[in-house]
């Protein structure tokens, strides 16, 4: 079998083919292993649990983001299979993406509980509760495994590289439909924003993409309902724009920090 | 080595026609595409329009200075104003689809428990029928507005 990759090593990108043995029962990280380990050792790509859980070997396969380790030969009905790192990211070298942005953006939306009592979440009496049908109004947004394969398909990131995201937007709307969390007005400066959800023109991709079923178009859509209907209830506008929550990655040139110490107190 | 900054900060493939190009996708993500075409043709129209509608103050000469300059394209003007119509036609019904999806969330389904093989509701069976009986109407009132546009000329 023909596998073709896109190679970059921070200089030059290029083409390389290589010609592989596999099996339909392969996956695509089973052949990016064999070609590193008998072919060429040069090749990076990232990998970890190669089960789908961890969400490091997003990569485009044959023109679709989708997870090396959940693709198999036998499913792409192809003589030879096209690899390239997922769309719409930096690339450090050959598969492995930058993706400072990304989680800069995740972070953005404070994706963690938020109660207006801050104590209550320290000095917790007893346990916040939700019940089943509760349960299944979130509970889907988070299987997120951020692999960012989303981003990749996602056609308005390509044009606008402050759009959160549906990652993120899917994660902000993951603990706003959250009866527990109480951060909604928190989040509705970064999120009610032309960088926010109203720069998703609902293109479907990242749904259609998703390896883990979160469906963040779904969710994107009923943020920007909840969102309408804050704002018709309150009038109220946003103020702070998401550019500015957005860490940016440093310039290549900035002074790396100092390597970290690795001495131990007392010790040699 | 010296980097080179730019292309180190690159990212890839992004830009329009990345952003534009739907092959390998989703029924959705053609929609998309064909809504941002549409929604530019209907802005270069009213620019257009604008410009056409301000001869008139200009007084009646420059009014029937523009009206010979528009008969005088013939049938592309027609053609012209066929495409615009069919821009108006999808770009209204899409965004009709667009607005039952993001202000009433009609037509998501509600959210599921993941299950193998990760259908996502929000691409589901009425979504896809949403989408092609507004195609359907489109068709059939843009082919409409075509026999009536020939007609005008006289070709029919």
């Known amino acids: 079998m023909k596998v073709r990759i896109r190679r970059f090593d921070g200089q030059k990108e290029w083409w390389q083919d290589y010609e592989i043995d596999a099996k339909p029962s392969d996956t695509v990280l089973d052949i990016l292993n064999r070609i590193r380990e008998k072919h060429d050792h040069t090749l990076a790509f990232r990998q970890s649990c190669q089960m789908g859980s961890c969400g490091s070997c997003g990569m485009v396969i044959n023109g679709l983001p989708a997870l090396a380790c959940q693709t198999r030969i036998g499913e792409l009905k192809t003589e030879s299979i096209r690899l390239e790192p997922l769309y719409n990211y930096k690339v450090i070298k050959d ?174 | 080595m010296k980097m080179d900054r730019e292309k180190e900060e690159k990212r890839y493939k992004s830009g329009l026609l990345r952003s534009l190009w739907p092959y390998n996708f989703n029924v959705e993500r053609y929609t998309y595409t064909l809504h941002r075409i549409t929604g530019v043709i209907l802005i270069l129209y009213l620019i257009a329009h604008v410009f056409e509608i301000y001869h008139l103050a200009l007084g009646p000469a420059a009014w029937q200075q523009t009206m010979a300059l528009l008969g005088s394209l013939g049938i592309w003007e027609k053609i012209g104003l066929w495409i615009i119509a069919g821009s108006a036609l999808y770009h209204g019904a899409n965004g009709l689809r667009l607005i039952l999806n993001e202000a009433f969330g009609i037509l998501l389904g509600k959210p599921v428990l993941p299950e193998y093989p990760y259908t996502p509701t929000s691409l589901s069976r009425n979504q896809k029928i949403a989408i092609y009986v507004i195609v359907l109407i489109v068709e059939a009132l843009w082919i409409w507005a075509g026999i009536y546009l020939l007609w005008g000329l006289g070709i029919i």
Not at chain 1, 174 to 201: N, T
Not at chain 1, 219 to 227: G, V
Not at chain 1, 229 to 246: D, F, G, M, Q, T
């Open chain 1, 95 to 268: 598969l492995v993406v930058d993706l400072t942005d990304f989680v800069n953006k995740h972070r953005s939306v404070k994706p963690w509980m938020i109660r207006k009592n801050p104590e209550e979440l320290e000095e917790a009496s007893m346990e916040f509760q939700v019940t089943p049908d509760q349960n299944l109004t979130f509970v889907q947004f988070d299987y997120c495994i951020m692999c960012g394969v989303c981003l990749a398909a996602c056609p308005t990131v390509a044009i606008d590289p402050l759009f959160l995201g549906p990652q993120a937007l899917g994660q902000a709307y993951r603990y706003i439909a959250d009866p527990r969390d109480e951060g909604f007005e928190e989040r509705i400066e970064v999120l009610d924003d032309s960088h926010g959800v109203w720069r998703c023109h609902f293109a479907g991709a990242c749904s259609y993409v998703c390896p883990k079923g979160v469906d963040p178009a779904k969710a994107i859509q009923y943020l920007k309902k909840e969102i309408l209907k804050y704002r018709l209830l309150h009038k109220k506008k946003a103020s702070v724009k998401p550019a500015e929550l957005v860490q940016k990655a440093p310039p290549a040139n900035a002074p790396k920090p100092p390597p970290f110490d690795f001495k131990i107190e007392g010790g040699e």
